[in-house]
C-alpha cells in the first residue's frame, strides 16, 4: 500500500475512533481504573484501540503494531522493521473529566523514520496530517510553525508525568522557562501540544512521553517547519523517532537556545543536591 493510502486509511480510521470517543462521553457509561497504580485508564482507551487495531487487520494484516492498551511492549522498537505506533486516546484524563483536548494519534514507521502521522481531535473537530517529505495539514489546510525568535516571546507546553515523585526534578526546568519565556501552558495531550507547536499557536513543547503519545504529533510538527530533537544523546538501539525522553520541538531560531535553556535548568538541579 501506497504511503497517501495508508494516510488516508489511518485518517478514516482515526475518525471512527473519534466518534467512538464523542458517543462514549456523551453516555456517561465508561469505567475507570488506575494502571500500574497511578495511571488512569477506562474501558473506553481499550475498545477505541481494539477498534483501531481491528480496522488495520482488516486492511493490512499481519502488520506489527506499538499501542498503548494492548500492544505495549517497547521490545518492538528494536526489531520491527515497520510498525503503526498508536494511541487510542491521548489526554484521558481530559476525556474522563469532560475536557476537550483530547485526540487519537496514528504513526506509522518505517525503517526507523516516522512515515505519516494522524491527530484527530473530536471534540475540537481538528484532524492533523503528514507525510514525510511533504507538509503538515490541518482540516486539508497546511500549516506552519512559528518562526519566533526571541525567546521571551515564546508561549511554551509541556507535561509532567503520572509519579508524583518524578515531578520535583522538572521545577526547576519550568522556573527556568517561566524566567526567560512568555509563559507555560499544560493541555494534557502530547499529540495535541505537537500539533499546536505545528501550527505555531505554541512555539515551544518539552516533555518526557512515550512513543505514542508522539511518534504522530512529531512528524506534524516537523513537517510544519519545527525542529525536533532531544537534550540528549539517544541510546544506540531505538529508532530517535521513537525515543520520548526529553524531548525538545519548537519553532527553528529559539531550538537551540532553548535546549541550552533546559540543560543548564538540569544542571542547576544537579547541584543543589
Not at 488516508?8 to 456523551?26: C, F, M, N, T, Y
Not at 497546511?142 to 519566533?148: F, G, K, L, M
Not at 525568535?149 to 522538572?170: I, K
Not at 520520548?244 to 520541538?249: H, K, P, S, T, Y
Amino acid at each position: 500500500m501506497l504511503p497517501q493510502q495508508r494516510l488516508e486509511l489511518a485518517v478514516s480510521i482515526a475518525r471512527e475512533a473519534g466518534e467512538r470517543i464523542v458517543a462514549a462521553r456523551h453516555s456517561q457509561t465508561f469505567n475507570q481504573q488506575l494502571k500500574h497504580g497511578q495511571e488512569l485508564v477506562t474501558d473506553v482507551d481499550v475498545a477505541v484501540d481494539t477498534l483501531i487495531s481491528e480496522r488495520l487487520d482488516a486492511s493490512l494484516p499481519g502488520e506489527q503494531r506499538l499501542s498503548e492498551e494492548l500492544a505495549p511492549d517497547r521490545d518492538v522498537m528494536r526489531t520491527a522493521d515497520a510498525l503503526w505506533v498508536i494511541d487510542p486516546i491521548d489526554g484521558t484524563v481530559n476525556f474522563a473529566h469532560g475536557l476537550y483536548h483530547v485526540a487519537v494519534s496514528i504513526a506509522w514507521v518505517s525503517e526507523g523514520k516516522t512515515r505519516l502521522g494522524v491527530v484527530h481531535a473530536p471534540f475540537l473537530g481538528e484532524t492533523y496530517t503528514a507525510l514525510c517529505g511533504q507538509g503538515a495539514w490541518c482540516n486539508g489546510k497546511p500549516v506552519h510553525a512559528s518562526r519566533t525568535a526571541n525567546l521571551q516571546r515564546c508561549l511554551v507546553g509541556t507535561g509532567f508525568p503520572y509519579r508524583r515523585d518524578s515531578r520535583p526534578p522538572l521545577m526547576r526546568r519550568l522556573l527556568a522557562i517561566l524566567e526567560h519565556c512568555q509563559d507555560v501552558r499544560r493541555n494534557g495531550s502530547a499529540a495535541l501540544d505537537l500539533c499546536d507547536v505545528a501550527c505555531g499557536r505554541l512555539d515551544a513543547y518539552y516533555e518526557s512521553v512515550s512513543p505514542w503519545d508522539f511518534a504522530a504529533g512529531v512528524l506534524i510538527a516537523r513537517e510544519a517547519g519545527a525542529r525536533s530533537g532531544h537534550l540528549y544523546p539517544c541510546p544506540e538501539g531505538i529508532p530517535e523517532d521513537l525515543y520520548g525522553e526529553n524531548l525538545l520541538v519548537s519553532g527553528p531560531e529559539i531550538h537551540a537556545e532553548l535546549g541550552d535553556l533546559l540543560r543548564a535548568a538540569d544542571a542547576d538541579e544537579l547541584r543543589s543536591y
